[in-house]
């Protein structure tokens, strides 16, 4: 990956991060250590590109605080919600479904902020040209997915499995209706290069990264075609546990919510923070948001 003006101060960070991380963990009741404020992500992307970004990040919060961030990777979706729940972290970068799922686990949890693009974020199936499979135009078209194989991203991803499942089902299509059962591949990069790989022939990825994927040139996307892009809905958020005020001092919410809001496109070192956040800012956002969401994991029996 190219370098940036992050890398030698994320670098620091992230050694420093990860020796915080080998320290805990271990705790019971609260589980964290009040002195250190965690923060985490679900893991959707290239872990060297979350490596990047989130030291970053855990900087700017302890600037913005005046207290130790530390953040503390995690291998699986599931791992982000229940280190949430159990205090390990305290305030997380969720999907649409993940955020739901911590909220319901921690009453009390607020959603802070979102990107710009995620009031109106969208999934794209993608399909591999061997499949046959040519792009359409509107939900209907999902129906000539049935008798292929498809691999969403992780099990409990927004825009890698919760929507795109919600679409095939309003078009008709279930998942008997496909090849074999669909696979799971954890992350939208896996899910692009199992499909550019012929791994599987259908594949349904976020849209961020699809476009990221595709200018980059990492994978060789020649055999690959984009199907149909979802109508939107709303998908990530920086997710706030209730107790944040109380563990680390009045205001540390707002702090955050401060910093992330005033996050500026036109200043170098925010800008570099948003380029890998793939946003040109952040927005205020509320629990009511993802209300269409917490009805579809309900639906789709993915919330309990």
Known sequence: ???????????????????????????????????????????????????????????????????????????????????????????????GLTGVQARVRVPGATALAQRDIDADFHSVFIAGADSGLRPFDTIDGLRSLAGHTLTFGSETSTSGRLMPQFFMRKAGLELSDLRGAPGFSGSHDATIEAVATGSFEVGAVNEQVWKASAAAGEIDLSGVRELWRTPGYADYQWLARPDLDETFGSGTRRKVLDLLLDLDAGDSEDAEILKLFGAQSFVRTENSAYDRIEDVARDLGLLR
């Open 1 to 95: 990956m190219p370098q940036n003006p992050l890398t030698r101060r994320t670098f620091l960070l992230g050694t420093g991060a990860m020796l915080v991380l080998s320290a805990c963990g271990s705790g019971g009741g609260g589980g964290s250590d009040a002195r250190q404020l965690g923060i985490s992500a679900i893991p959707d992307q290239d872990p060297e590109l979350l490596n990047r970004l989130y030291p970053a990040v855990a900087e700017r919060f302890a600037d913005a605080t005046g207290v130790p961030v530390a953040y503390r990777p995690v291998t699986d979706y599931s791992a982000v919600v229940r280190a949430f729940e159990i205090g390990d972290i305290h305030l997380a970068w969720m999907g």
